[in-house]
């Protein structure tokens, strides 16, 4: 139900722009987030923003990573800029609402060095 798209391979200090759509019954009411997953290791959190728009970031991406919403188009973005080889990952979007816990397919993203 949530379909994230953007990921692709860029070299380390370039930029992507990650974007999930979500059913509006689902995101309407729901904390939005992204994760990434790199081969053997657990899925973090890397940024998550609210309905009324607080944003929370994982320290590793301070300062790089922007996350927004539009709330009309019940569309969630990760704006990642200077990227570095580490951030290379499955990238996952998330929504968080009373109805549960959802889960977009993911997007690779590869960061070459």
């Known amino acids: 139900q949530l379909q994230a798209s953007g990921g692709g391979l860029v070299q380390a200090g370039g930029s992507l722009r990650l974007s999930c759509a979500a059913p509006g019954s689902i995101f309407r009411f729901a904390t939005m987030g992204w994760y990434h997953q790199a081969p053997g290791t657990q899925r973090d959190l890397v940024a998550n923003?609210?309905?009324?728009?607080?944003?929370n970031y994982a320290d590793f991406v301070k300062g790089r990573f922007t996350i927004s919403r539009d709330n009309r188009k019940n569309t969630v973005y990760l704006q990642m800029n200077s990227l570095k080889f580490e951030d290379t990952a499955v990238y996952y979007c998330?929504?968080?609402?009373?109805?549960?816990?959802?889960w977009g397919q993911g997007t690779l993203v590869t960061v070459s060095s």
């Open positions: 923003i609210t309905v009324s728009g607080a944003t």
């Open positions: 998330n929504a968080r609402n009373a109805r549960g816990n959802f």
